[in-house]
């Protein structure tokens, strides 16, 4: 299993959705607000208020979703293609192995 992780733009969140939803076999996902900063320019000034550095964050979702192995190359690129537009700041994708996952309803039930 892989979990894929994106940080994007908060308006392209229902077009990826649309995309994902539409994959064969798509397992869901959790999505959070965020906020984040790209890496400074070096064309950029140095901040020198404390207010500056801590007020220039832009609000982002982050989409975690966990998935077959043989689905995470087309939730990866899909999350690619509807996410870009063009311009800094425009997110990041990641994927990891996991090493063990369980949905909670599917585990052997106990004593009620």
């Known amino acids: 299993m892989k979990e894929i992780k994106a940080v994007i733009r908060p308006n392209k969140l229902g077009a990826l959705r649309d995309a994902l939803v ?4 798509f397992p869901g ?9 790209s890496a400074p320019s070096r064309h950029v000034p140095a901040r020198t208020r404390i207010k500056e550095e801590l007020t220039d964050f832009s609000p982002k979702v982050r989409v975690e979703i966990v998935a077959p192995d043989e689905l995470a ?19 990041l994708v990641w994927i990891t192995d996991i090493e063990r996952a369980a949905f909670i309803f599917k585990t052997t039930p106990g004593p009620d």
Do not use: N
């Open 73 to 91: 190359d087309a939730i990866f690129q899909s999350v690619l293609t509807v996410a870009r537009t063009g311009h800094y700041g425009d997110g």
């Open 29 to 37: 996902m959790t999505v959070t607000k965020v906020e984040g900063r």
């Open 22 to 25: 539409a994959l064969p076999g």
